[in-house]
């Protein structure tokens, strides 16, 4: 499996951006697809996950102002909205496979005046 992430870039606060992550390759081994972001000087936290059924699951970390919706086995989507200096971070895309995960490359979210 190959993940593409894409759609990042820089806002400015209280806007949005929609991030992508598209799927290829041997999709049908994908169990579910999340979304991580990692900040600078921070970890890698948990954001969102999406199920080959369609059911989400949110961390804290959403804050209520992000969305995880898509298809699994094909492009998964991240909404942002009312965006932070805070949020500021790679996003990354990344899939739970029958056998073994996948990491996307990441996307650089920018939240700046």
């Known amino acids: 499996v190959q993940l593409q992430a894409s759609g990042g870039g820089l806002v400015k606060p209280g806007g949005s951006l929609r991030l992508s992550c598209a799927a290829s390759?041997?999709?049908?081994?994908?169990?579910?697809m999340n979304w991580y972001r990692q900040a600078p000087g921070n970890g890698r936290e948990l954001i969102a996950t999406?199920?080959?059924?369609?059911?989400t699951k949110y961390t804290t970390s959403a804050n209520g102002r992000f969305t995880i919706s898509g298809d699994a086995l094909n492009t998964v989507y991240l909404q942002l909205d009312s965006l932070k200096p805070e949020d500021t971070a790679v996003y990354y895309c990344?899939?739970?496979?029958?056998?073994?995960?996948?990491w996307g490359q990441g996307t650089l979210v920018t939240v700046s005046s």
């Open positions: 390759g041997n999709v049908f081994s994908i169990r579910n």
């Open positions: 990344y899939a739970a496979l029958v056998l073994g995960e996948q």
């Open positions: 999406i199920s080959r059924g369609g059911n």
